[in-house]
């Protein structure tokens, strides 16, 4: 059974750096892209992220360029985002995903994903 589980999320002061872990199981990971999005309520699911297969490409949205990192850690069973110089705006609930295909390009585009976290609240606040 796939499942991705987010963590790391929590109260983060503004101008801080928030660092989040997507931890897999149930595939090998460096297969299938990894996505990270995020969402306030009433409004649309936000693509933040995202690394292909065997880490190939990355997308970054351009409303965090600049300011956003995504890794594999060696161990390939997660993927991390850093998001540095945190705003209030950027509180929401943060997900990962991944495709149902193996070996695929990462998009920050929910319906290319088919796994989801469960999502993580995180707080920008002092």
């Known amino acids: 059974q796939i499942q991705l589980v987010e963590s790391g999320g929590d109260l983060v002061q503004p101008g801080g750096t928030l660092k989040l872990s997507c931890t897999a199981s149930g595939f090998t990971p460096e297969h299938y892209a990894i996505g990270w999005f995020r969402q306030v309520p009433g409004k649309e699911r936000e693509g933040l992220a995202c690394?292909?297969?065997?880490?190939?490409?990355?997308y970054f949205e351009d409303s965090v360029k600049g300011r956003v990192a995504i890794s594999r850690d060696p161990s390939q069973t997660t993927v991390h985002l850093e998001l540095n110089n945190l705003k209030p705006e950027d509180t929401a609930v943060y997900y990962c995903a991944a495709p149902r295909e193996l070996w695929t390009l990462c998009r920050l585009w929910p319906r290319w994903y088919y796994y989801w976290g469960q999502g993580i609240q995180v707080t920008v606040s002092s």
């Open positions: 690394v292909s297969s065997a880490d190939t490409t990355t």
